[in-house]
């Protein structure tokens, strides 16, 4: 079993910053790829970034790649956001995302967190 937690949410003024973490634990073999993603209330799910197995590439969502930045740790195979002058619209449920095996026999599977809300408000 996979378990991926977040934490680091919280209630934040305009222009403060955050720092997300997201653990991950259970049957690991290899963790792939991971990412974050978010979704604002009325709003379909999307991409805010997404981080190599290495951590040599990244990818982010157009609007936030000045602001924002991914990083991963994959001797504690933990992903990390850090969100710098934080806008009332970055408000909403922030999800970590991890592709992994759990088995070198197995192909690799998707995994999802619970989230962590991310609130930017005076």
């Known amino acids: 079993q996979v378990q991926l937690v977040e934490s680091g949410g919280g209630l934040v003024q305009p222009g403060g910053s955050l720092r997300l973490s997201c653990a991950v634990s259970g049957s690991i073999f290899s963790i792939y790829s991971m990412g974050w993603y978010r979704q604002a209330p009325g709003r379909q799910r999307e991409l805010v970034a997404v981080i190599s197995s290495g951590g040599r590439r990244t990818t982010y969502a157009d609007s936030l790649k000045d602001r924002f930045t991914i990083s991963r740790n994959n001797t504690k195979n933990t992903v990390y956001m850090q969100m710098n002058s934080l806008k009332p619209e970055d408000t909403a449920v922030y999800y970590c995302?991890?592709?992994?095996?759990?088995?070198?026999?197995?192909?690799?599977?998707?995994?999802w967190g619970q989230g962590t809300q991310v609130t930017v408000s005076s």
């Open positions: 995302n991890a592709d992994l095996s759990s088995d070198p026999g197995l192909g690799s599977h998707n995994y």
